[in-house]
């Protein structure tokens, strides 16, 4: 929920680039693919002016910059494709939230997260990834933390194989962003999955402490749903905006994510419900428990309060004390005392406490 | 609320037909029925070639694909009829959500849930339907699970009763939505008459343990409002839209499944509100049925351990103590003692905790 | 909250005409009332093809069905006044919201619902009430269970006092809505005074059990605010639209009842969240009592087991035990307990505990 | 929160006048107020027929009906000044919401209340405040309760100060909208006081049954509320409707009223927040005593019964009790005794609970 | 939340220019900066009337009135700028939330807060900032309280570095107000830091009375909303209109502070979420500790109850108790009470009690 430690902004002059996420000991890794239905060809790049893609070629170039961590690299890459600073700010920026920005026809800039679920911690992390559409080029950027994220569709490309290759620079950005959607769905999954082993075990009153770890998944859902609720609007601007960037044939393929992308929402709301509704289950189920508990302390000082004052009675040492004296006085007492003992358990079952 | 385990559909190339639902282990059957109001024919297909139809006929022609586990048979009969590959993949994705989408004026897709209530488990089960409307034919798609759904709307074809006869596709499609919307209404209707009950339990007190109860409820109307509440933004849209293809004599038919709908979210929320308002009046009956063993405890309490203390004081040993050598010392101790719980039972009787 | 049990309508033909609503023992009775400024007549009819009323007269016609139960007479008045068979099942169908429908500038359809107020069994109750505003004509609809409910404008009328003799359909219409909304504000009224009778008791402390009444309570707010919320958008919507049949002189009265409508809305909100204060405030009673109890029972715990202690070491039976020896060792043991027992209660005073 | 009692108006004629608020014992005074720059004259009317007052002067006409009361004096009012019988109902009406209301160019019709704050119950007190403002007068309407409300804008016009006197009969209305706006601020200055001092106690936790005073803070606050808030709308309706009695010189005043309108709303809103707040704290202070409260008990039961039953055992009269008969049993029981216990309350305190 | 003592200002003319915030004892100090690309000067003003600055000049001039509790002061500036009562009103009113107002082409007012964290008190202080931006010219209004708050803008421009130099008087404007936003991250900062600290002492159970902290925090980020969310509106309002005063070049910069403002606004709704949060988990905390607790006790009695009254039996001076005469008597009893006693264990350790 909390951002994470940062190095301070307050009182740079707007647009200064500083990189604010973890810390990250890699280089920066620069890729170039460039591909049509006939040719393809990918590499990576050693010189960052090599970089420089165009959109005035026979086929479509992706520019890959794997780590944000560098301002110099950024600022290279902004200069060589003509990016606005405060872009470039939002590039870097790990916190900055999902947007969608028109550039008139010149470029489209996206920027989302992709989010990994880590087992063993319980914890959402999430990278920060950015896109710059062209008109027949695709520029992406993404921390350099896990690994390239965009392997699926570099697989795709390479194998020939799926519509990636006969279509456009959008119909890439569209592949990418399906990616990173339909990463959200296998996350809420597993969550959902957890969630339902936890209600199982709440349900069956055998989890003794549950709050913490409800308490932990709502977290990661709030967190998640920051991320992703964004994505929702954007996807529907960028569909409004009758940019010539995105051409009509993609928007059924985008429309499609916008569907994932609420069904991901809906699939949070819905679990943050069963969430709630699983804490007031645990406190029910500790109030129930104290409520027993409460009962069998009352029921046993209920009877042996009085047996006990009763054998209290005939330990006194009175020197005239009739009752001590009689023989069967000892025989009778212990007979009345069973008596009102069976009687107080026969009023409390009868109103229901046992 | 968590969907159903599926096939991972991570990485897949968009468009990929997967059926994510319970596996099925029935063929898909098809069936097609013409008929108009002098004309009826019906019969099931055999080959999947033999089931194209098309609009350019006197006659109405139902297409009714039954069964979306075996994408070969969802690809055929796309093909056969020119069907958007992604309308495909939301034909056999059962986790797909209601909507409505407009393709010009070639065909109207529509897709929704149809519900069952298991009475024994308490729980609602979700059959995906889709259909296809075409300027004079439909074709259906649904879960081969529970039987044909669409019995009803059959036999009346069938029976020549009703109005679908003289009316066009668009009616069709109307009475098989009207179908499923009505089966809501009679769910919605046991699940009141339950919780009816439980109320009733609840508030005479009868109910030990109702949280898990309500808690199943509340999940199942939360599903079920996720079920039922894009239907109306769909209808409505369907409305507004000026498709051809929905005829204006037929807009009150659907006005009217509007209403049903809406009623139908109505009764889920108004049901939800009474569900928190009953877990509230169990929390309380907890909370005060404590308060009255608390009460009866310190009673208890405080009635005998004055009196024990006091025969304690009699039972001590020491060698000098006038009280006990006195004749009457018991007989005036045990009236004190009966004084002294008296009046501690008339200062609770005032206090109004008896 | 939950509809009445009724006759499944689930696979019928949609217009099929079913009566929903509890059942009624007793004939529909249909009464024709004729006036104009100069004019009155006003008579019941026999047989139900006397009761076509058209709106080519000079005078306004009303006639008034009284009973909905008898699908055979609903049916003939509608095709006497070519009334659209889904209406029909409106009218008919007691569980319908309240809604307007405008049918070009042939009629206006609105239906809503008369309540009553049962003061002992702290219930609401709705009776469906239609209406059908043709250009100088009006057909009303009710359910035959607890009298006219028109009295009221039926004797103005008679009596040839107030604005409705001189004014047209339209006017009659808003008389009778306002008719039925001002019993709203009467009923809320009556509600409200209960409300405070409780707040009073509550805040008292006298109301053992509040619980169940101010669940019922806001049961039937719950229930009065889904029958009320949809006549302000209902009247609403019949200003907007442009109808003929409602002038623009009979504007400023709909306005009003519009804002009546509101007032209503707004007193039902504000009980509502009085009630939910209400429960907050009863909750809070019961904790602080339970408190009370504890801190009793605590006391009285703290102050006797240590002296029953003291008095148990003085009953052993010890041969060797000093004290016991002691000419004043019984005076002393007694003076010291005093001195504990007042340390004691000085020191749970000091706390706040007593 | 619940209206005043009433006269019922069930059945009524719409547009009959009544006067529902509380008992008025005091006669109703007319005062008339013609000012301009240079001019200024004050007299107290006493017949009715004298009160007439038009726009065709060369000065500001302001007519003040202190008394609302009298639906004599009202209802002439309004033929002299031809006011709408339903607006004369509405000015009558004290339990009508605030509105305005544009009557084409002819005048405007303002309603809102004045608030008053009795400290010693707690208790907000509400009058019925009516404005028509024509092209060059103003009527207004007033309860006669708690003397005029008006007074500090008549000094300001008697004595010649302010802009009043140099602007149109518009600015006189902002003038008596502002100051009863002011005032609104005022009260909440005195609530925020006494929540603030609340507050205090509660976190001190030294106040012992502060639900009360919350809850009635609570309800005064959403009295004030739905009092204050449609006042918003109607400001801004105000500003948005073209009417030519309201000149464009005035619009930022308005605006300004407007935005004080905004303030309190946000005031009364982030009060009620922090009294929901100052709940939960109070009741995490009865839950944190009773916490203590059962420790407190629970340690000494532990430490006192094992304790009780140990001389118990030693108290048994069997003849072969070896302990008893040792020289030293005594002194070696009590040495245990000591330890016991203090090894029980060296366990509690290491658990926390001491 | 409540606002600071202040001067009533009940009945005053409006526009009567009051300052309500706290007293500030140091005088009010003007600042006049000029400067463009070649040119920088600065100096302080000791008359008010040097400090007329006009648009009509070379360079950009900003005006820095630090101070605004003196009303002559403040009303000297205004009439030499020619600012409208109102304008000076809301300048001087520390209450005043924030605002933008365009005034035709002539200039543009600002109002919003700087915000300062308190930390030993954990609390926010909210200083009143308002700009005036003319067509080259901008006249800045703080608070004399805790410094000069516009110092690194000042720096930069002194420094010649950042855009500031080469662009206009809304560009100096945005970084004013970036500054300000800026701030408001930082504090959310280190709100979240302590929020975290918080939370971990909280699950860890080491927290003892974490409410009146949770409360505060709560409270300051209500308060922080309360000043940051209509600076959203405010913005977007800003690059809605279409004012000459602010130039396209510098919407991407205003969007980005936008963004800021949002990014803000999300993290304050987060970190209420995640407060609410842990309130619950304190509560679960608690009621679960009760429960170990009333378990203990509950235990303790189960288990000694039965054991003090057998040797109460065993106490008793009956002439006729076989048992005590008995020679293995004492120790019969002695095992079984063991076994008793060992019984009970089991069961409760059975029952999961222990």
């Known amino acids: 929920m909390t951002p994470p430690p940062n190095t301070s902004t307050f009182g740079l002059s707007p647009g200064t680039l500083v990189y604010v996420g973890p810390e990250v ?25 090599d970089c420089q893609i165009s959109g005035d070629k026979p086929y479509i170039s992706w520019l890959d910059v794997d780590g944000i961590h560098e301002s110099g690299v950024i600022e290279a890459v902004g200069q060589l494709h003509n990016i606005h600073p405060l872009l470039l700010e939002d590039i870097m920026n790990t916190r900055q939230k999902p947007k969608i920005e028109f550039f008139n026809e010149t470029y489209v800039f996206v920027s989302l997260k992709m989010l990994y679920w ?20 695709l520029i992406s950027f993404q921390e350099k933390r896990t690994g390239d994220i965009f392997g699926p569709v570099l697989d795709r490309i390479k194998a020939s194989v799926g519509k990636t290759r006969r279509n456009g620079a959008d119909y890439l950005l569209f592949s990418l962003i399906d990616l990173i959607v339909d990463n959200y769905l296998e996350i809420l999954e597993r969550m959902s999955e957890e969630l339902e082993e936890l209600e199982g075990l709440i349900l069956a009153g055998k989890h003794k402490d549950p709050i913490s770890e409800l308490y932990n998944l709502k977290r990661q859902l709030t967190l998640m749903r920051k991320y992703v609720l964004p994505l929702r609007d954007m996807l529907s601007q960028g569909l409004r905006e009758n940019s010539k960037l995105i051409g009509k044939s993609t928007f059924p393929y985008f429309r499609d994510v916008h569907d ?12 943050r419900e069963l969430l709630t509704g699983l804490i007031d289950i645990h406190y029910s189920t500790l109030s129930s428990r104290m409520n027993t508990v409460m009962k069998t302390l009352t029921i046993y000082s209920a009877v042996f309060m009085p047996l006990t004052f009763i054998v209290g009675i005939y330990g006194m040492n009175f020197d005239n004390m009739p009752e001590l004296r009689q023989p069967n006085g000892y025989f009778y007492t212990l007979a009345g005392m069973a008596v009102l003992a069976g009687g107080l358990l026969i009023y409390f079952r009868r109103r229901g406490w046992m």
Chains 1, 2, 3, 4, 5 share one sequence.
Do not use: R
């Not at 239905?37 to 990576?44: D, F, G, N, P, R």
């Not at 994932?260 to 679990?271: F, G, K, L, Q, Y």
């Open 25 to 49: 000991a890699k280089d920066t890794t620069l890729k170039i693919v460039k591909y049509n239905e006939q040719y393809h060809e990918q590499h990576t790049i050693k010189q960052i002016k």
């Open 118 to 137: 880590h087992d063993e911690m319980g914890e959402i992390e999430a990278e920060h990834v950015s896109f710059l559409l062209g008109s027949n080029y």
């Open 260 to 271: 994932h992308v609420i069904n991901a929402i809906e699939t949070i709301d819905s679990n």
